[in-house]
């Protein structure tokens, strides 16, 4: 699986845009770009994922660089609930696409 | 659907006990998974299924059992119980049709464990 940096935490404003940046230098080109989020002392939940595309869904949007090296979470309009720790993984889409390997995340405050 | 449902969802055990960590899901998944999370950290995987009868190591099975005898239960069993096993313990399932399917993975709510 592809190792991935993310920073340990931001901040952002309640009703702006949080954009939760990751680094994954060295994915391959046939590794997915997960985003999972574990609100405090819950299950982490499935947000989104994508292989060389964009990707857009009713949670948040993912932008994938071309070249696949990093990629963006956005949460268009970011709401108090929306305070969690984020997880990016790069993981196989072949045979070994169980595994998902959760790193420590971002810890993302939403602020009044 | 509830999802995944765990049971207990706290315990406290000495060491040297045993106990079992339930996990049940309803969505037909084939998929199932034990993770811990040690406080601030991420999740580890300690075993997985692929389905009914077949079950294999993850990265951290030392000093745990697993069983899949439905679609399901995977029931996930502590032997010996050790102070380094104080963690928080989450069941996950998903569906993986075909290969190269995207693994979009349900948890359940976790069972927090300590040992004394």
């Known amino acids: 699986d592809a190792k991935t940096t993310q920073p340990p935490s931001m901040d952002c404003a309640e009703g702006r845009a949080a954009n939760l940046p990751c680094n994954h230098s060295t994915i391959s080109g046939n590794e997915y770009v997960y985003w999972y989020r574990q609100i405090h002392s819950q299950g982490p939940q499935y947000i989104i994922h994508g292989l060389k595309n964009n990707e857009t869904n009713e949670m948040a949007s993912l932008i994938i660089t071309e070249d696949r090296k990093s990629s963006t979470l956005i949460l268009p309009h970011a709401t108090l609930r929306d305070t969690a720790v984020y997880y990016c993984?790069?993981?196989?889409?072949?045979?070994?696409?169980?595994?998902?390997?959760f790193g420590k995340g971002t810890l993302l405050t939403v602020n009044p | 659907n509830a999802g995944v449902t765990q049971t207990p969802k706290f315990r406290i055990l000495k060491i040297g006990q045993s106990m079992t960590l339930q996990c049940t899901q309803d969505?037909?998944?084939?998929?199932m998974y034990w993770y811990r999370q040690d406080p601030g950290m991420g999740l580890k995987l300690i075993y997985y299924?692929?389905?009914?009868?077949?079950?294999d190591k993850g990265e951290v099975p030392n000093g745990y059992n697993v069983s899949r005898s439905t679609t399901e239960d995977f029931p996930l069993r502590l032997e010996l119980a050790a102070p380094s096993q104080t963690s928080v313990y989450f069941c996950?399932?998903?569906?993986?049709?075909?290969?190269?399917?995207?693994?979009?993975?349900?948890f359940g709510p976790g069972t927090r464990l300590t040992v004394l």
């Open positions: 993984i790069g993981a196989d889409s072949g045979g070994s696409n169980y595994k998902l390997t």
């Open positions: 299924s692929v389905g009914a009868g077949i079950t």
């Open positions: 969505m037909n998944h084939n998929y």
């Open positions: 996950a399932s998903s569906y993986l049709g075909r290969r190269g399917a995207a693994n979009e993975q349900f």
